[in-house]
């Protein structure tokens, strides 16, 4: 009996199928899916690449190096690539690169241009955690006359010299003598030694030769600490005057 | 060939109405918008209760304190509407010992206020690690809790070796110490709205709590490690549960956060996001489970309204190293020490102080300084074109 000819056919399997449907729909809620469990990661490690390359910067070095990050707003007449210094000073194992620069002033407005600058202007004056309690803080902007530190983040273990190093702080810092390279863990010893209190040192410091103060990284930004300031902060205040009677 | 058809046809709906109803469900658009409207968890009357709840101020008669940062939730989740974003900060504190850091005594929040002068809690000497946190948006979470494990695996596993992120599992309270994948928190230090609203309550308002009736959360802060018993009036756990319930349901019940206006810039700017590997990231769309999937450790059931949703996070909620963190530990390990979570784009335009420690006042700022496993990405931005740069802005402008 072919099924082309048997409407009798085609109304069993719909009636079937009807039949099918009306158990389905009759039959209790299937079991919920329950989300998957997830093995235990493995512990976050780092893989161990080439030694750092920490070697101190030649002055063409630190040029090219500024070119490449910033670019013509910065003349390199105006860089003093002799000053430049090497460390880790953002703590990330990644050499980088310290140089000194003096901006000329009709490189102003794009140096302060905020929405298009490919560097991060700050105020290293301000101290840690001054900023971040700021309820209304403003962006730094360079002025006329500031001398700036330029501060090259490295990038792996070829570090500022990458071509992938492009992270660049303009550090405002009105002034400055000679600078020096601190170890971390030299600062660290020494002020263990001493029972001294210091801030969190992630990276290594830039200290001024012949004063106490020294740069730091704290992890968002670039501020002096100057530990003689900072004693007599902590210092018991003196006892306070008598209040003058009013006129 | 017309019995063929038919035949065919009855085969096709008999397989249909084989397939279980939640997979016919297909997979919509989570509601968006800054309206206090419900996205349908919860109707709206109760949507509106739960978001008083949150809202409430809390004093000490309710058991605020002894230490505690704000009165209620809704002192820092509050821009533009209730449960959104806000510019107060928490201070965390520690110490790095050269291998590890330890948390301050007390716990690594130091909280901000106090209901006597005498036990007012201030970071000790010898915590050197400081970092100040900025409270995060929970609008639209109930989408994110709804995500099962596997998607986030499934996201880390399609990132390049370079940007992938990590997954950690932390206890959901709820469950009995079940664990999940945590996605809360800036550290991602929760997996579950009633946890977090727990811990919450307890470390940001000094409410000891129950939460499903574990007492995880049911004892008083310290100050500085010295207790406070003296000054607490209020037995403890000073709520039952109810309270966090109410929390959680409540963000459970909002919207997502909306987009503001898309223009042309916006459109074009999201390409560029794209192309130059802002995404892999900052994701720009998640699926939730299934609707009726049990989730966290099986003591939630994914409702209808949060099931099946496609959701606009651009953020992938795990743990990166951007060169910004902050020292931190919480739940994840010394690993995670410098890992943040990527922060969620959704209504990042409510924002003006950017970034994990609202230390970026503009966006491109906020770029600049990721650096570690976003390094490519942000080198990708510094080598735009002027015009694809304000387009990538105006993008982050309408999110």
């Not at chain 1, 830039?206 to 902060?233: I, M, N, Q, S």
């Not at chain 2, 599992?169 to 999940?180: I, Q």
């Not at chain 2, 928190?185 to 574990?214: C, P, R, W």
């Not at chain 2, 700022?365 to 990708?380: K, M, P």
């Amino acid at each position: 009996m072919s099924l082309r000819r048997s409407p009798f056919v085609l109304l069993a399997v719909l009636v079937a199928t009807a039949a099918v449907a009306a158990v389905y729909l009759r039959r209790p809620p299937a079991q919920p899916n329950v989300e998957e469990s997830v093995p235990a990661p493995l512990p976050v490690a780092e893989e161990p690449g080439p030694p750092p390359d920490f070697r101190p910067a030649h002055p063409e070095e630190a040029r090219a190096a500024v070119q490449r990050v910033l670019g013509d707003v910065i003349p390199l007449e105006t860089v003093r690539a002799h000053a430049a210094l090497v460390g880790d000073f953002n703590g990330d194992d990644s050499p980088d690169l310290l140089v000194p620069l003096r901006p000329l002033e009709e490189k102003l407005a794009a140096l302060n241009d905020l929405e298009l600058a490919n560097w991060i202007v700050q105020d290293a004056s301000v101290p840690a955690l001054e900023l971040e309690a700021d309820p209304s803080p403003k962006p730094a902007l360079v002025d006329k006359g500031d001398l700036l530190l330029a501060i090259l983040h490295g990038y792996g273990s070829a570090g500022w010299r990458s071509p992938e190093a492009r992270q660049v702080y303009l550090l405002k810092v009105a002034r400055h003598s000679e600078l020096s390279v601190i170890k971390r863990d030299e600062v660290k010893a020494q002020a263990a030694e001493r029972k001294q209190r210091w801030p969190y040192l992630r990276g290594d410091l830039v200290r001024e030769l012949g004063h106490d103060r020294f740069l730091y990284w704290t992890g968002g930004r670039y501020v002096w600490h100057d530990p003689a300031a900072a004693k007599l902060a902590q210092a018991p205040a003196p006892p306070k005057e008598k209040a003058k009677a009013k006129p | 060939m017309r019995s063929l058809k038919v035949l065919t046809l009855a085969a096709a709906f008999v397989g249909l109405v084989s397939t279980p109803k939640a997979l016919l469900q297909a997979v919509t658009e989570a509601p968006a918008g800054f309206d206090n409207l419900t996205n349908g968890h919860t109707d709206q009357a109760t949507l509106d209760a739960n978001r008083a709840i949150f809202d409430k101020r809390e004093e000490i008669d309710d058991g605020l304190g002894p230490v505690f940062d704000m009165r209620g939730c809704g002192e820092c989740h509050r821009n533009p509407v209730i449960g959104g974003i806000s510019q107060v900060t928490d201070l965390r504190a520690g110490h790095f010992n050269g291998t590890s850091f330890i948390q301050h005594v007390g716990g690594s929040l130091i909280q901000s206020q106090a209901i006597d002068p005498a036990i007012e809690e201030r970071v000790l000497d010898g915590n050197e690690v400081r970092a100040f946190r900025s409270s995060l948006n929970t609008l639209g979470d109930g989408f994110v809790e709804a995500t099962a494990n596997s998607t986030f695996t499934t996201i880390r596993d399609a990132q390049p070796a370079a940007q992938r992120g990590t997954i950690i599992l932390v206890p959901v309270v709820e469950a009995g110490g079940s664990l999940r994948i945590g996605r809360f928190g800036h550290k991602n230090q929760h997996a579950s709205l009633l946890s977090s609203s727990g811990d919450a309550y307890l470390n940001e308002m000094g409410i000891t709590n129950l939460v499903n009736g574990f007492n995880n959360f049911a004892t008083e802060n310290t100050s500085n490690g010295n207790s406070v018993a003296r000054f607490d009036q209020v037995p403890d756990p000073e709520d039952d549960g109810d309270d966090v319930e109410a929390f959680a349901q409540f963000m459970r019940a909002t919207k997502a956060p909306s987009r503001g206006p898309i223009t042309a810039a916006a459109i074009a700017g999201q390409a560029t996001f794209n192309s130059i590997g802002c995404a892999v990231c900052h994701v720009p769309s998640i699926v939730t489970a299934a609707p009726n999937t049990l989730i966290n450790g099986g003591a939630l059931r994914v409702s209808a309204a949060l099931g099946n949703k496609r959701y606009h996070p651009f953020g992938d909620f795990l743990l990166h190293n951007v060169g910004t963190g902050d020292g931190i530990v919480q739940n994840g390990g010394q690993g995670t020490r410098n890992m943040v979570r990527t922060a969620p784009l959704w209504g990042v335009r409510t924002r003006n102080r950017l970034m994990h420690d609202g230390l970026s006042l503009t966006f491109t700022d906020a770029i600049l300084r990721h650096g570690g496993q976003a390094t490519t990405a942000r080198n990708n931005f510094t080598s735009l074109d002027s015009t694809s740069r304000a387009n990538l802005i105006a993008f982050l402008r309408s999110l």
